[in-house]
Structures are given as structure tokens and as C-alpha cells.
């Protein structure tokens, strides 16, 4: 009679452990990666999420990069906008609307990949996935002006490395959205907080 009370002490043991909740999913890493896992590994890593010292910093400074090529490909995209009758008036509008049709496209991606690679290593948003930094970075220069310093570039960088690591409300509360959404989700918002941050400071530092 003891000997069936401890079976059924250490079965509800077990069943009470697989209930808690745990940061580690059921991989479904079989060892052979099609040509869709190399892709969502190539686009959730940004080629510098395996860099072993703070890869989410890495992936916002890839953020910064490609805000730096759109802002650049933008002039001549305009100068043919306007040779087709784009109003003169519409060039921050227009580099603006660049960079939210970019943001989305990352963040789609982002949450494809992060997704995948998610269910392929078995773990609730890996370290590895700095897409949503990148996505992130880049939503924090939406409200700067045309004209900017190198000043507002780092000031925009470290507002949103500050941002998505403190996750104020209600950021770390969209962590625990489903896979790459969960990734991608807190990162936008982190994003979007440092721009209207970003856009005071701008502001500010132009009145005084």
C-alpha cells in the first residue's frame, strides 16, 4: 500500500513539472535544414546574431546602417518623383514612407524567420534572433528631420538600446504574443517610443 502511495506521489510529481512553464520548446531540429531554415537563419540572424557579446546591440547597429542606405537612396528616388510630378514640398514624406514600407517588409520577414527559428531550436525567442532590433532601430529615426548630425544618429541608437531594455509598459507585455510575433512586437513599440523620445530631443535641442 506504501510502495502505491509513492507511484502515485512521484506521478503527480511529474505531471506537475510538465505543467510549469519553461523557456525551452520541443526542437524540431531533425539535423537536415532545407533551404527555407538556412534562409529564416540568414534573416533572423542579420548576419550578426551568432557574435557571442551583446548581439542585440549588433543587430541595432545593422538597424542604423540600413537607415543610413534608405536615407541616402531616397534623393535620387525623389528626384525621379518629382521629374513624374511629386509635389516639391513631399521629401521628408517621402523618405519617411520608405522607411515604414522597409520597417514592414523587416518586420514581416522578421516574424516568418523568428517563427522558424524559434521551432527549430526549441527556444522562446533565442538570443541569436536580432531582426526585431534591426526592425526596431529603424522605426526610432521615423520622426527625424531631413538635415541631421551624426549626434542625432547615436542619440537614436542609444534611446532605443535603452527603451529595449527596460521594456516600460506595455513592451514586455507583448513578449508573450505567439513566436515571431512575440519577438517582433515588443521591439516595434520599443521602437516607436524612442522615436516620439528621439523627436522631443530633436526638438528641444533646436529651440535652445
Given at each position: 500500500m506504501?510502495?502505491?502511495?509513492?507511484?502515485a506521489a512521484s506521478?503527480?510529481?511529474?505531471?506537475?513539472?510538465?505543467?510549469?512553464?519553461?523557456?525551452?520548446?520541443?526542437?524540431?531540429?531533425?539535423?537536415r535544414?532545407?533551404?527555407?531554415?538556412?534562409?529564416?537563419f540568414a534573416?533572423?540572424?542579420?548576419?550578426?546574431?551568432?557574435?557571442?557579446?551583446?548581439p542585440?546591440?549588433?543587430?541595432?547597429?545593422?538597424g542604423v546602417?540600413?537607415?543610413?542606405?534608405l536615407?541616402?537612396a531616397?534623393?535620387?528616388?525623389?528626384?525621379?518623383?518629382i521629374r513624374?510630378g511629386?509635389p516639391l514640398?513631399?521629401?521628408l514624406?517621402f523618405?519617411?514612407?520608405?522607411?515604414?514600407?522597409f520597417?514592414?517588409i523587416?518586420?514581416f520577414?522578421?516574424?516568418?524567420?523568428?517563427?522558424?527559428?524559434?521551432?527549430?531550436t526549441?527556444l522562446?525567442?533565442?538570443?541569436?534572433?536580432?531582426?526585431?532590433?534591426?526592425?526596431?532601430?529603424?522605426l526610432?529615426?521615423?520622426l527625424?528631420?531631413?538635415?541631421?548630425?551624426?549626434?542625432?544618429?547615436?542619440?537614436?541608437f542609444?534611446?532605443?538600446?535603452?527603451?529595449?531594455?527596460?521594456?516600460?509598459y506595455?513592451?514586455?507585455?507583448?513578449e508573450?504574443?505567439?513566436?515571431?510575433?512575440?519577438?517582433?512586437?515588443?521591439?516595434?513599440?520599443?521602437?516607436?517610443?524612442a522615436?516620439?523620445?528621439?523627436?522631443?530631443?530633436?526638438?528641444?535641442?533646436?529651440?535652445?
Amino acid at each position: 500500500m506504501n510502495q502505491t502511495k509513492i507511484e502515485a506521489a512521484s506521478l503527480e510529481e511529474r505531471v506537475d513539472h510538465l505543467k510549469q512553464p519553461s523557456k525551452r520548446r520541443k526542437s524540431n531540429d531533425t539535423g537536415r535544414k532545407s533551404l527555407a531554415d538556412h534562409a529564416a537563419f540568414a534573416i533572423a540572424t542579420c548576419g550578426v546574431g551568432l557574435i557571442p557579446l551583446a548581439p542585440g546591440t549588433w543587430g541595432s547597429a545593422v538597424g542604423v546602417g540600413l537607415f543610413l542606405l534608405l536615407n541616402s537612396a531616397s534623393a535620387p528616388l525623389y528626384s525621379f518623383a518629382i521629374r513624374h510630378g511629386a509635389p516639391l514640398a513631399s521629401q521628408l514624406s517621402f523618405r519617411n514612407s520608405l522607411l515604414l514600407i522597409f520597417a514592414a517588409i523587416v518586420t514581416f520577414a522578421g516574424i516568418w524567420a523568428g517563427s522558424k527559428v524559434e521551432r527549430r531550436t526549441g527556444l522562446e525567442d533565442p538570443g541569436l534572433v536580432v531582426i526585431d532590433e534591426v526592425a526596431g532601430q529603424l522605426l526610432a529615426y521615423l520622426l527625424i528631420p531631413l538635415s541631421f548630425s551624426p549626434w542625432t544618429l547615436l542619440a537614436g541608437f542609444l534611446v532605443f538600446r535603452l527603451f529595449d531594455i527596460w521594456k516600460p509598459y506595455p513592451i514586455r507585455k507583448l513578449e508573450v504574443l505567439e513566436s515571431g510575433l512575440g519577438i517582433m512586437a515588443d521591439d516595434i513599440l520599443a521602437g516607436l517610443y524612442a522615436a516620439v523620445l528621439l523627436s522631443i530631443l530633436v526638438t528641444v535641442n533646436v529651440l535652445t
